[in-house]
């Protein structure tokens, strides 16, 4: 008897709990995937005067809601990363004056740079998620968080661009597309 009430108790207090699905504090998910990049996503110009013939950009933003019962506060962040197709233009007349696989060749390197992107999103939530935050400051924390992270990543489009020499360095652009694959993967 014992063992079937312990049984019936367990199915029970799971029933309640999937019924009422309590979220656990600081348990948070937030789901970044892929921007898929296709000439169609640029804005389009003619003989621009811009040393490059495409330029990628992207918006990433960050949202959280603060709870506060007593002295313990929760944060649940989402974070957004999107294209920004202002900013991201191609310049048409150069980019026709190219190959086919040296097109194919420009846009995966422009999709690295939107990659990146999502990857520091992804890095941008898990930073923000494991933070420790304090009732009085706890926006400047979550600012700091953002701007550090988006220093990083401003930093590694850089080291991306100079390694790849824009992605004519073939043999290295495939090193950062392998790094791209795997960091997407999760």
């Known amino acids: 008897m014992i063992r079937f009430t312990s049984v019936l108790f367990s199915a029970s207090l799971l029933l309640i709990l999937a019924i009422l699905k309590p979220e656990a504090a600081f348990s948070q998910e937030n789901q970044l995937n892929r921007i898929k990049l296709d000439w169609s996503s640029y804005t389009h110009l003619k003989d621009s005067k811009r040393p490059y013939i495409a330029y990628t950009a992207h918006q990433t933003t960050h949202r959280y809601r603060a709870t506060q019962k007593g002295n313990q506060l929760s944060l649940?962040?989402?974070?957004?990363?999107?294209?920004?197709?202002?900013?991201?233009?191609?310049d048409l007349s150069r980019l026709s004056a190219l190959d086919e696989q040296a097109k194919k060749s420009l846009l995966n390197h422009e999709q690295g740079h939107s990659d990146l992107a999502v990857i520091y999103g992804r890095i941008l939530y898990k930073n923000l998620s494991k933070?420790?935050?304090?009732?009085?400051?706890?926006?400047?924390?979550?600012?700091?968080?953002?701007?550090?992270?988006?220093?990083?990543?401003?930093?590694?489009?850089?080291?991306?661009?100079?390694?790849?020499?824009?992605?004519?360095?073939?043999?290295l652009q495939d090193k950062w597309d392998l790094y791209f694959k795997n960091e997407l993967k999760g």
């Open 131 to 171: 933070g420790v935050y304090s009732i009085k400051n706890y926006q400047q924390e979550v600012k700091k968080i953002y701007e550090t992270t988006m220093k990083a990543l401003e930093k590694i489009h850089f080291r991306y661009d100079l390694e790849t020499a824009h992605g004519e360095e073939q043999e």
């Open 76 to 90: 649940k962040f989402m974070v957004g990363v999107s294209l920004d197709r202002k900013q991201s233009i191609v």
